[in-house]
């Protein structure tokens, strides 16, 4: 491959031809993505977040580890290199919508309100204090649909988020837009956050003020990630909350700063922060179970983490929301919100379809 075909990507569907696992992401404050691949052997699958411990590599974790659903860890000889990549990469036919023009669908579906009232059940019985229910939105692919024009426009779009295209024939071709930090860090030097609530942009500003319920959903995480990494001895300072940008959303973000002794135990770090109630709930292992035997499909990869990890070099790892499966012939786009006892299902549905909007935004227009 020459170095014109890297910076045009022309050879992206070659790669998922010849079942090349690849990776491109751009992590925010950078100019250009990074580009990797993995050119000899098989990509690594993993069955325990713990086992990442002393491993690198692009990894892929699923929300639930299993036989099917494993880790899967690119290891390519370096990090994703910069690639500048051309705008005109980008067909002049490819319809972006515009805010006005999204389609918001306005009343929730039958498996959603089913599923909304077993959560709430479980909430305001005090099983839990906070539930995460997410849900998935299949649709057909048109056949102009470039996932790494996607890529590209999500990277001049959302510029405060993580972007990232990757495939491995293990889990598929996937793209997404996150907001969420898990781990990053080098050195002596790590950060993590505690992200929830959600408001829409207010006239492309952030919204400064924010009720209750989206600042007790935040500081559930705030709490979980201080007593997380206390347990490993962990003392960090910490920043917020405060209103951050996510695309057209907002969200409540606490950042965590601290150091390690020693990088060499990411993996258990990892499993001791994942998955933050952000994305299940509290108490963390009852959540956990609750999710997978009521939420009614799988997660996949959605509400997993995904990134570079290397404990030599820099890590940063995200957790994969806003995210998007591209399959042969549909794209399956998810989303979820965290509820409390107080959640109006209304308001839970509508939030889940502006974040799903996230990825649609990207996708060109059914004809
Ligand atoms: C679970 C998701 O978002 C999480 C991150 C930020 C705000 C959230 C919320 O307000 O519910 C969620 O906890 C998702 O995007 O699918």
Request: with cysteine; charged share 25%.
């Amino acid at each position: 491959m020459t170095d014109e075909e890297i910076r045009n990507l022309t050879t992206i569907d070659a790669f998922i031809q010849r079942k090349q696992p690849f990776a491109i992401y751009r992590i925010p404050g950078e100019e250009y993505p990074r580009f990797l691949t993995q050119t000899t052997g098989e990509v690594c699958l993993i069955y325990d977040v713990k086992d990442l411990d002393r491993q690198r590599g692009f990894v892929i974790a699923p929300f639930h580890v299993s036989e099917a659903c494993p880790i899967v860890l690119i290891q390519s000889e370096q990090p994703g290199q910069p690639l500048p990549i051309e705008e005109g990469i980008i067909p002049d036919d490819f319809s972006v919508f515009s805010s006005e023009e999204e389609s918001f669908i306005a009343s929730c579906s039958e498996e959603y309100a089913a599923c909304f009232h077993t959560f709430i059940e479980a909430l305001s019985n005090h099983t839990f204090d906070k539930l995460v229910l997410s849900r998935s939105l299949t649709i057909q692919k048109v056949s102009e649909f470039s996932p790494l024009a996607a890529f590209r426009i999500a990277c001049r779009r959302y510029v405060h988020s993580y972007i990232y295209l990757c495939y491995t024939p293990q889990t598929g071709i996937w793209l997404g837009s996150t907001p969420e930090i898990l781990l990053s860090g080098e050195k002596k030097e790590w950060n993590t956050v505690a992200l929830a609530g959600t408001q829409p942009l207010q006239g492309g500003k952030l919204p400064q003020i924010w009720d209750d319920k989206n600042r007790k959903e935040q500081e559930y995480v705030t709490s979980y990630i201080r007593h997380q990494l206390l347990s490993l001895g962990i003392r960090a300072t910490e920043n917020g909350p405060y209103p951050a940008y996510a695309g057209a959303l907002s969200h409540l973000k606490t950042d965590f700063q601290f150091s390690l002794k020693n990088s060499e135990t990411l993996g258990e770090l990892l499993n001791v922060l994942h998955p933050t109630p952000a994305v299940c709930g509290l108490p963390k292992e009852e959540a956990y179970r609750f999710i997978l035997d009521n939420e009614g499909y799988d997660r996949s990869y959605y509400s997993g983490f995904i990134g570079w990890l290397d404990p030599d070099g820099r890590t940063d790892l995200y957790v994969n929301l806003r995210c998007m499966q591209v399959g042969k012939e549909t794209l399956t786009f998810y989303a979820g919100g965290g509820l409390l006892a107080s959640s109006e299902l209304n308001d839970e549905w509508q939030e889940t379809e502006k974040k799903l909007q996230t990825m649609r935004r990207l996708t060109p227009a059914l004809s």
